[in-house]
């Protein structure tokens, strides 16, 4: 359970329904501004655009891409005490170059703080160790593509981290579906499920992303239904030149005797050449699992000088 428990923050980042379901609800409830409104009078599909944000891949994709690209990303990772200090920490630019399908990457400059590594050189937390899985390569990687196929990947070595992954992929790309190993959580997360859909509110507005005209997608969870789900707030918006995912924020929490983590997420998009990309990430993390002492963590990940 720790395993994956700790890996759904970041699986999150890809959230998306690729097994369109019922969204019947959603369309009867949903509420729209007075340009959405006046839009919808001129030929904005409504309904459409909801089952475009239910079977939407663009997102899963764009994390997909930074694996076919040679790209710099600065990281800064740092994990927190209980006073609000940091304890340890992580500043580096790093390179990944992509070559004949194969990609390796070069530390440009690291500084640490604190217990950031053991004494053996490894990451002496999680968030780092879970960071470094997603955005640093070791050794040469071959053969990775950014196909999305149906929401997720190959399912690996049932022992392997990346089994756990590819878990959190299905639980995050189809919820609802059942997946082995996975506990009662995955359920919590199908906003697009008619269980699920009425313990949030739902709306379509209209709202610039910077310089960019927008639909916002956003789904809030209502008050008294607060301990029933995981994703409290999922706000994207949608490019409405061409229904491209321009940013999505994200907040989850969960509580149980067992464990309980409180996360929020900001991710930005930017394009290099045919490529949708992520260039920022901002993550704030607050973790408990067994056997584990409480983890604070803030990152943020900048990517830029992409090349193909």
């Known amino acids: 359970m720790k395993k994956w428990m700790a890996l759904l923050p970041f699986a999150c980042l890809g959230y998306i329904s690729c097994h369109a379901q019922d969204s019947s609800y959603i369309s009867r409830a949903i509420q729209l501004d007075e340009y959405v409104v006046k839009a919808s009078r001129y030929g904005f599909d409504v309904n459409g655009f909801i089952k475009r944000v239910e079977t939407d891949t663009t997102f899963y994709k764009a994390f997909k891409n930074l694996r076919i690209v040679s790209y710099t990303s600065d990281n800064d990772i ?111 997360v199908a906003i697009f499920d008619n269980d699920v859909a009425p313990m949030y509110n739902f709306s379509i507005s209209s709202a610039n992303y910077g310089n960019i005209p927008c ?16 994703i409290n ?25 067992l464990f309980d983590f409180d996360v929020q997420m900001q991710v930005e998009m930017t394009h290099f050449e045919k490529f949708l990309i992520p260039s920022v990430i901002h993550y704030t993390g607050n973790w408990s699992v067994p056997f584990r002492k409480r983890e604070r963590a803030i990152f943020t990940a900048k990517f830029y000088d992409f090349e193909k």
Not at 98 to 109: N, P
Not at 215 to 225: E, I, M, R, S
Not at 237 to 250: G, Q, S
């Open 78 to 188: 740092r994990i927190i005490d209980k006073k609000e200090g940091v304890k340890a920490s992580l500043l580096s630019t790093t390179r990944q170059t992509e070559r004949e399908a194969c990609r390796t990457m070069q530390v440009l400059k690291e500084k640490t703080t604190g217990d950031f590594y053991t004494r053996g050189g490894k990451y002496n937390y999680y968030t780092a160790r879970l960071y470094a899985s997603l955005f640093f390569t070791r050794g040469k990687v071959c053969g990775e593509t950014n196909l999305v196929k149906g929401g997720n990947d190959a399912v690996t070595d049932e022992s392997s981290m990346e089994k756990h992954k590819d878990q959190l992929k299905t639980l995050i790309f189809n919820p609802g579906q059942p997946i082995p190993g996975v506990p009662i959580v995955g359920k919590k």
């Open 215 to 230: 639909y916002v997608f956003t789904a809030k969870v209502k008050p008294y239904n607060r301990d029933d789900v995981v």
């Open 233 to 257: 707030e999922l706000v994207t918006y949608f490019n409405k030149d061409n229904y491209e995912i321009v940013a999505r924020n994200y907040s989850l929490s969960y509580k149980t005797w």
